[in-house]
């Protein structure tokens, strides 16, 4: 077997490796020589491949939030355009944020899982808080550029909003977060997303 081949295997020995401890432990309890176990190496042998323990979670949980932003880049460059265009309604908001975790998160379930209840003593430890920030302020501009384009779009205070997307998105999360099979979290995602759609159409003032 040639050198890099198995220089990459080794690597997804120690990824599956860190990915096993951070579920089981969370971040806080993992240790570097569990991990070193986990994956037939010693402490030193890990420090190869990264920094610190704080490094191999991120590598666990980085390429998630990215392909998160990206989709939502995608999405909201998409509606931008669609905006434009006045597209009818049915177009214009068909696409959700649960066609993200669809997409995005639910093949990556298990980063998911360390990103949401296994990230305490971590920069991701308020990740939702944090990310219900990012997407607040992005909700606000896309609902006054509707106003602008002539939709009836409901008065809505940013505390207001923060409120209601708090509540959706650990809605959307919970059943993945409780590690659901996949009939189940579509089952609860259409539930959620029965209750909360007409409420977001009418604060974007769709007709």
């Known amino acids: 077997m040639d050198m890099p081949r ?9 990824k599956r490796a860190i ?14 020589r569990s991990i070193g176990a986990r994956a037939g190496m010693t402490s030193a042998g890990l420090y190869r491949h990264y920094a ?12 998630l939030i990215q392909s998160m932003k990206s989709w939502t880049g995608r999405h909201t460059s998409r509606k931008y355009g669609l905006m434009e265009k006045g597209a009818e ?13 669809r997409e995005v998160i ?18 991701y430890e308020n990740f939702i808080h944090d990310y219900v920030e990012e997407n607040q302020k992005k909700f606000l501009e896309a609902i006054r550029h509707l106003k602008d384009k002539g939709y009836p779009v409901m008065e809505i205070s940013e505390g207001e909003l923060h409120m209601l997307l708090s509540a959706y998105l650990t809605a959307c999360f919970e ?7 996949e009939e189940k979290i579509d089952q609860y995602l259409n539930t959620v997303q029965e209750f909360f759609m007409p409420g977001w159409l009418k604060i974007m003032g769709a007709k």
């Open 6 to 14: 198995d220089k990459s295997l080794s690597h997804e020995k120690v």
């Open 19 to 32: 990915r096993e401890e951070f579920l089981e432990k969370g971040y806080e309890d993992a240790s570097i």
């Open 52 to 63: 610190d323990k704080a490094a191999m979670f991120e590598a666990m949980v980085e390429p």
């Open 89 to 101: 309604d049915e177009e214009l908001f068909g696409e959700t944020f649960i066609d993200m975790i």
């Open 106 to 123: 639910l093949p990556r379930r298990d980063e998911f899982i360390l990103l949401m209840s296994r990230s305490g003593g971590t920069k």
């Open 175 to 181: 059943p993945i977060i409780h590690d659901y099979d």
